[in-house]
């Protein structure tokens, strides 16, 4: 019976949320919707040293912004909460035992000292300083030590680890979903720690155990991450979970821009463009980094830019919504190489979901930047507002930066404008035209394009000469949509008023 496709995004609470862990987490979601399976967040939480506060909400508040969201995890519970290794710290212990009996495991009471001096002895001799089947019988633990020197040790409460064994040579291979064969001598290997001396997992043994225990099909993950699949190869196997271990799949990175190395944390803002999907206050430092929310980025560009950072369609489809991405993804089409970020790129995919955008939904987006400033406008001249500048921005909050004029009456003059056009009788033509233009009883743009036409023929002067000063008058840019358009909906009032005001509030050429 084919399986139930569950896969599982189980990031640690370290700091916030890289791109490349949100494209991580897309990756299981779309394979898990693909398969109409599940989709699980789970919080690896059990190194206590590292946990950072506010990380986890923030973990969970990305993945809403963006719509991946969790059929089962921290926020939503399940079948198999929970889901904060942390509350499952009880559960490990039980199965590391188990190694130790069935002879998979072993005990190790080496003191910090004894380690380095091992390390020391074997850099000294040339010889990989690792804790293995080569080295293991020269340290302190229950292969080495007498039954009775162990027990005596375990009774008396000495510190202890406990590590795997893992045979001398051996040959342990994997099939990538992403690779291909994947195979890895044993020797290259170490004896790594299950259990700390504080009784605790490590990420090794919780992992593993925690993908048993969930029921996991498909383990997609970093690149980061196989070095360690070895290693849990092996655990499943002595576990006795080999029948149900998941299948593997490991993503390649996200590269810098220039394809030199990965994409780093501090790579974003040093670049000028956003790493992580909110903007991230360090709690230590207070340092702030951007994020595509604040940056004013669409989830859903953000989304498309990062399916196609890795994956490739069958076809040249470059933009896709969530559904179609589900319809279309496969792991066969996830790329063995590394993928370049390209800030131009989301500033692409992001222009174009803003272009598509309904214009009432984008005025709902930006109507809180809108109060922040303290402007007010009606839903309906809003929209109209959007709908005349948006073809010009690529992000929602320019809108209200090429548009302010729409709102508040200007305050500064284009100067090169000022200085090439507002001379000799223009001011005074315009404050005729505004008398014009208060006779008008229809204030559409076709009747104001007649009356300028009319006036400018009466006066003898090229419409060209005097469109810029007029713009200028009532917009204070030299530039913008189309003018009498712009004109109709700023409405016969504020343009007559502004145009009568111009002359003392545009500062004349020196
Ligand atoms: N906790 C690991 C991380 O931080 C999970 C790796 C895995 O998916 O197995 O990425």
Do not use: C
């Amino acid at each position: 019976m084919e399986r139930k496709v569950r896969v599982r995004f189980a990031p640690s609470p370290t700091g916030p949320l890289h791109i490349g862990g949100v494209r991580t987490a897309l990756y299981n979601y779309l394979f898990a919707k693909k398969h109409g399976g599940d989709f699980i967040l789970r919080i690896e939480d059990t190194d206590q040293k590292r946990f950072v506060p506010g990380a986890e909400d923030y973990i969970n508040e990305s993945l809403a912004w963006l719509g991946i969201s969790p059929d089962e995890g921290v926020r939503q519970g399940g079948e198999f909460a929970p889901y904060r290794q942390s509350e499952r710290m009880s559960m490990y212990k039980q199965y590391a035992d188990q190694l130790v009996t069935s002879g998979y495991a072993y005990y190790a009471f080496d003191t910090t000292e004894d380690l380095e001096e091992m390390r020391a002895k074997l850099e000294a001799a040339r010889m990989p300083a690792k804790y293995d089947a080569s080295s293991r019988m020269s340290m302190k633990n229950s292969l080495s030590m007498s039954e009775d020197e162990v027990s005596k040790r375990l009774e008396n409460g000495d510190p202890y680890v406990i590590r795997i064994k893992l045979p001398r040579k051996e040959e342990v291979r994997f099939h990538d979903e992403v690779r291909g064969w994947v195979v890895v001598h044993s020797s290259q290997m170490d004896d790594k720690v299950l259990i700390k001396q504080d009784g605790l997992p490590t990420y090794h043994l919780a992992n593993v155990v925690d993908d048993h225990i969930m029921q996991i099909s498909h383990v997609i993950r970093g690149e980061e991450w196989l070095p360690s699949a070895p290693l849990h190869v092996l655990l499943y196997r002595y576990l006795g979970w080999e029948e149900t271990m998941p299948k593997l799949a490991h993503l390649s990175l996200l590269l810098k821009p220039d394809g030199k190395g990965k994409l780093s944390k501090r790579d974003g803002d040093r670049l000028g463009f956003p790493v992580f999907p909110l903007e991230w206050k360090d709690p230590k430092t207070q340092e702030i980094s951007s994020g595509y929310r604040e940056s004013g980025y669409l989830p859903e560009a953000v989304i498309n830019m990062l399916a196609l950072l890795g994956w490739h369609p069958s076809d040249n489809q470059e933009i896709f919504s969530l559904e179609e991405l589900v319809q279309a993804f496969s792991l066969e089409k996830v790329s063995k190489s590394g993928a370049k970020f390209d800030a131009d790129k989301a500033k692409w995919f992001n222009n174009r979901y803003l272009q598509a955008m309904d214009n009432s939904e984008l005025s709902t987006l930006i109507r809180p930047l809108l109060a922040a400033k303290g402007w007010e406008a009606e839903d309906e001249y809003l929209t109209n507002v959007v709908a005349m500048v948006k073809e010009k921005v690529n992000f929602a909050p320019e809108i209200l930066e090429v548009s302010e004029y729409f709102f508040v009456a200007p305050t500064s003059y284009d100067e090169k404008t000022v200085k090439k056009k507002w001379k000799g009788d223009t001011p005074a033509m315009i404050k005729e035209l505004a008398d014009d233009f208060d006779t008008i009883a229809l204030f559409t743009a076709d009747v104001v394009q007649e009356s300028f036409s009319k006036f400018v023929e009466s006066k003898g002067v090229s419409p060209g000469s005097l469109m810029q000063p007029l713009r200028l008058s009532v917009s204070g840019m030299a530039g913008g949509p189309p003018i009498f358009e712009m004109l109709e909906l700023l409405g016969k009032d504020v343009v007559v008023s502004r145009m009568r005001t111009a002359n003392e509030s545009i500062p004349s050429p020196e």
